[in-house]
């Protein structure tokens, strides 16, 4: 971690207490130490070794986590020529090692610039030593020595609860032969890395004889399990341990692989010439490792070291570290600034902690010079536009000590502007150009706002605008860096229509005809006067009314439509408006005085210039023939109407009376009305009264009086006294008739009548 990534750690150590499955082991490796031939140098045909087991554990006092192991076992195997693996040891024994050579010795945490580290943070190693001697062979020795498992916390590998670890090494027939010692690791790993922060970390080994070491990411090895199943390399603590193959740990894939074990941006990766561990990682939690550096010594691979420890990734915070609230980060520890149509820009300085921040200073270019200010936060009057770079430190010169950088790309005010043109008195396009102007940076991007809902996005516009008004116009325009600029402007478009329409709600009908009128001429509203000249002499304004036209004959119409501005447009109409006569009903109904036995009747439409007519019978039957011949059903009176109708649906109605009879017969209607219209003027029988041998007819008032008396069948009464004196008043009346028609017996009948007017 360099100087500039200062942070204080806040961290947890996500480690399980399951002590009895040796949760608390963190990390390993196992490594030799040619010691010489065997029986103190006098046997050449074995070699003795020294084979150590190093672990590392959790030691906090919180955790109750389990010491280690005392005793340890492992187990050596040979390989055979067939490929399978011997235990070195009569019936399948371990090598046991009684407790620690070496330790436990507490490993010191890592040493960050400004870097305060919480006090219960504890990882110690043991080393444990065992020599043995073994024949010379060849083929390979693999000591092993397995335990599970993993804490559950773990979050790189599946099931980390329930996953054991292996830790082992070769000793290749080469290097029996030449009596080689195994590389070791020089440095354990830092107890914990900080997230998004870099990895900088000396991961290499040492050889004692100077041979070749390649470092890479390696797959770590399972080993043990939770005693399920009944097999041996299933339990807790395989004893005698497993040999080879070992079973591999599983990544969750694809987010992590064991060539990528903790992912990172940039990912955490290995020199394999160095060992030095270099990346970010990016992620909170504990992620399993294997790193191997296997010994080559004239192309030839002597022995591979394989270490499984536990990377630990925790939030941390800095005493001092630098942030701008001002622009972009678009990479770590540097901002990105636009300033948009201004030349003055205040910094802001969110860095903190602000007690442990003595100093900080500020570099910047403005106008061909570096200017440097001494504060919290400057505020720069730049002199020009275009890109100023910057920095800001905090505590310059001193270990504690953070660096950020800036770039301020200054866009001086954008001159936005439009010009428009147009025919003021013509309804016709209206252009609008842009004339805006930046002098730092290029336009790229126009909006228009037309005021009538539409937009555009070009250059230059050309617009049919639809109704006259007060229009405002906006316009913003957009630089290539993001820069906005907006200006606006006021337009009154309110020309005189090019071609006068008007819609009339009808042409032609009859007299009186009344039409309605409506402008539609384009463009203009209420705002705009319309006269309106009648060739028959009728003057009207207004964009719309209803005239009536009393006379028959062919009506012609000036219209002049004159702007609020007083452009002026007129035209003239001819034929607008033709005004016919109604039509007159004219029929006939033959006979109109019919004998139930032959009751057939003519009735004849003969009305001219009509499009078709309707007979009404007794006010209930339809009928559209022109010449209708109809039987009456029914003796007395019968009313047929005639409706006829022109091709402007103008009518005309004429009314018939007809009388239904019988061979002798005699009808008395219920009522009359003497009031001078020529029809039922007087109260008297009707029917067929050839055959009539005597008749009386007498009429009382209602309480008695006669007020006439007949015995003529054909004198009626006509609502007088005596049919001579004044009218007699509206009401109910009695009459009296006594008849005999020939051959019949003699008739009395007493009924009311109705008198009306």
Same mark, same amino acid.
């Given at each position: 971690m360099n100087k500039l990534t200062q942070c204080f750690l806040s961290i947890i150590f996500l480690v399980s207490t399951a002590a009895s499955h040796a949760a608390h082991i963190i990390g390993g490796e196992m490594y030799y130490e040619c010691m010489g031939y065997g029986n103190n140098g006098l046997d050449s045909t074995t070699r003795t070794y020294r084979i150590y087991v190093k672990l590392y554990r959790d030691c906090r006092p919180q955790q109750q986590a389990a010491g280690f192991d005392m005793p340890l076992g492992f187990t050596i195997f040979r390989r055979n020529t067939n490929g399978s693996y011997a235990n070195v040891l009569p019936a399948n024994q371990e090598y046991n090692i009684p407790r620690l050579t070496i330790g436990p010795e507490i490993i010191a945490n890592p040493e960050y610039p400004c870097l305060i580290l919480p006090p219960d943070i504890c990882v110690e190693s043991g080393t444990y030593q065992y020599d043995v001697t073994l024949p010379i062979i060849q083929n390979e020795y693999v000591m092993v020595w397995q335990r599970c498992c993993r804490n559950n916390t773990i979050s790189n590998i599946q099931n980390p609860g329930g996953t054991g670890a292996t830790f082992t090494i070769s000793i290749h027939p080469e290097s029996q032969r030449t009596c080689n010692s195994s590389p070791r690791f020089n440095n354990f790993p830092p107890t914990v890395v900080c997230v998004n922060n870099p990895i900088n970390f000396d991961h290499s080994a040492v050889d004692k004889e100077g041979d070749y070491l390649i470092y890479s990411f390696c797959e770590p090895l399972a080993g043990g399990g939770q005693g399920q199943g009944g097999n041996p390399c299933n339990a807790v603590i395989p004893t005698p341990d497993c040999p080879p193959p070992f079973p591999l740990v599983q990544f969750r894939a694809p987010l992590y692989t064991y060539l990528f074990p903790m992912g990172g941006n940039p990912p955490v990766n290995i020199n394999s010439l160095t060992g030095l561990i270099t990346g970010e990682p990016n992620t909170l939690g504990q992620f399993v490792v294997s790193v191997c550096v296997s010994e080559y010594r004239n192309g030839v691979l002597l022995t591979t070291l394989r270490r499984d420890f536990q990377f630990n990734v925790a939030s941390c915070q800095g005493?001092? /570290? +630098?942030?701008? +609230?001002? +622009?972009v980060q678009t990479r770590k520890k540097h901002h990105t600034i636009l300033l948009c149509n201004d030349t003055v820009l205040t910094m802001r300085n969110l860095s903190y902690q602000q007690q442990f921040i003595s100093e900080v200073v500020w570099e910047y270019d403005n106008g061909g010079q570096t200017e440097i200010f001494n504060g919290w936060q400057p505020t720069i009057n730049f002199k020009e536009g275009g890109i100023h770079k910057g920095r800001f430190v905090l505590n310059p010169g001193t270990n504690c000590s953070d660096t950020v950088t800036f770039e301020v790309n200054v866009i001086p005010p954008i001159r936005s502007d439009f010009s428009i043109?147009? =025919?003021?008195?013509?309804?016709g396009p209206? @252009? %609008? @150009? =842009?004339?805006? %102007?930046? @002098?730092?940076?290029? !336009?790229r991007a126009w909006d228009w706002d037309f005021g009538d809902g539409f937009r555009g996005f070009s250059k230059n516009m050309e617009i049919n $605008? /639809? $109704?006259? =008004?007060?229009?405002?116009v906006f316009l913003e325009v957009t630089d290539e860096f993001g820069c906005k600029s907006r200006a606006q402007k006021g337009l009154l478009w309110q020309p005189a229509p090019d071609v006068i329409i008007f819609e009339p709600s009808i042409r032609e009908g009859c007299v009186p005809l009344k039409v309605g009128f409506k402008n539609i001429s384009f463009p203009t509203d209420s705002s705009y006067q319309f006269n309106w000249k009648? @060739?028959? +002499? /009728?003057d009207r304004t207004g964009t719309s009314f209803i005239q009536t036209f009393d006379s028959v004959g062919t009506y012609d119409l000036n219209l002049e439509v004159i702007s609020p501005l007083g452009c002026r447009n007129a035209a003239d109409f001819f034929d607008v408006v033709h005004v016919f006569p109604p039509p007159t009903a004219v029929g006939a109904v033959d006979p109109s005085l019919v004998n139930i036995d032959t009751p057939l009747v003519l009735l004849q439409d003969m009305t001219s210039n009509t499009l078709g007519?309707?007979? !009404? !019978?007794?006010?209930?039957? $339809?009928? $559209? =023939?022109k010449d209708l011949q109809y039987a009456f059903g029914d003796t007395g009176w019968h009313t047929v109407r005639l409706i006829a109708s022109d091709r402007f649906l103008c009518t005309d109605t004429l009314d018939f009376r007809l009388f239904v009879y019988r061979d002798f017969s005699l009808f008395m209607p219920n009522a009359f009305s003497p009031n001078g219209d020529g029809d039922n003027e007087d109260f008297k029988p009707v029917g067929q009264f050839t055959d009539l041998v005597s008749y009386e007819m007498k009429i009382y008032d209602r309480w008695g009086g006669k007020i006439f008396e007949t015995k003529s069948v054909g004198t009626g009464w006509n609502g007088k006294y005596n049919n001579t004196a004044d009218d007699l008043p509206v009401g109910v009346y009695i009459y009296e008739i006594n008849y005999q028609a020939a051959n019949k017996e003699p008739v009395t009948e007493k009924k009311q009548l109705m008198l009306l007017r």
């Open positions: 005493t001092v /570290v +630098g942030q701008l +609230g001002t +622009g043109n147009f =025919d003021s008195c013509k309804a209206v @252009s %609008f @150009s =842009d004339l805006s %102007f930046s @002098s730092s940076s290029n !336009i $605008y /639809v $109704y006259p =008004d007060r229009y405002t009648f @060739s028959n +002499g /009728v007519r309707t007979w !009404i !019978i007794d006010g209930k039957e $339809y009928f $559209y =023939d």
